[in-house]
T-cell receptor, first 113, second 114 residues
Framework: AQSVTQLGSHVSVSEGALVLLRCNYS??????LFWYVQYPNQGLQLLLK??????LVKGINGFEAEFKKSETSFHLTKPSAHMSDAAEYFC???????????FGTGTRLLVSP | NAGVTQTPKFRVLKTGQSMTLLCAQD?????MYWYRQDPGMGLRLIHY???????AKGEVPDGYNVSRLKKQNFLLGLESAAPSQTSVYFC?????????????FGSGTRLTVV
């Protein structure tokens, strides 16, 4: 069975600072990994995904994540935070046959001026 | 391109009332899902469907029923609403094409049961 752990329910950064949101996963098969972003009162929007190939994945809005199999991690980073990045971020993993995603509990990113 | 559309967007129910949430997708996706989102608990899968006429239970199915009579629609029913079903409900869909590229989500239904 797959599972996802997101460390930190809230992360606070200053505008212009590095953003690091942590995600560790458990999967019995080679995983597909995803980060989704949710802005207030909206649905979830795909930020980036790892399926196969290059382990450093670039997404929208300057975010990227690196798949590290040895550490079972898929941390999300952005070099310089912007006020518009304030949102909730969800990591998700899939490894089962019928395209099922298991989500982490989410990390709320707060960006201060 | 509408993607995934959920109706209604907001609803207040009294305990014991029933209602149906509608999810419609126009991407010809085979797989559809219903999740609920609660603070601190992320998204939990209620029911899902791998094709027209087929449904299956997810992680938290109790108190809910679903139907997929048409490929583009996935209905979530609450027969007798309880305050514990106060939540934000999201529908999602995906295809079985080459690879797996994640879900497309609707904008959610905020349900309050009083």
């Amino acid at each position: 069975a797959q599972s996802v752990t997101q460390l930190g329910s809230h992360v606070s950064v200053s505008e212009g600072a590095l953003v690091l949101l942590r995600c560790n996963y458990s999967s019995s098969v080679p995983p597909y990994l995803f980060w989704y972003v949710q802005y207030p009162n909206q649905g979830l929007q795909l930020l980036l995904k790892y399926t196969t190939g290059a382990t450093l994945v670039k997404g929208i809005n300057g975010f990227e994540a690196e798949f590290k199999k040895s550490e079972t991690s898929f941390h999300l980073t952005k070099p310089s935070a912007h006020m518009s990045d304030a949102a909730e971020y969800f990591c998700a993993v899939s490894g089962s046959g019928f395209q099922k995603l298991v989500f982490g509990t989410g990390t709320r990113l707060l960006v201060s001026p | 391109n509408a993607g995934v559309t959920q109706t209604p967007k907001f609803r207040v129910l009294k305990t014991g009332q029933s209602m149906t949430l509608l999810c419609a997708q126009d991407m010809n996706h085979e797989y559809m899902y219903w999740y609920r989102q609660d603070p601190g608990m992320g998204l939990r899968l209620i029911h899902y469907s791998v094709g027209e006429g087929t449904t299956a239970k997810g992680e938290v199915p109790d108190g809910y029923n679903v139907s997929r009579l048409k490929k583009q629609n996935f209905l979530l029913g609450l027969e007798s609403a309880a305050p514990s079903q106060t939540s934000v409900y999201f529908c999602a869909s995906t295809s079985t094409g080459q690879g797996f590229y994640g879900y497309t989500f609707g904008s959610g239904t905020r349900l309050t049961v009083v």
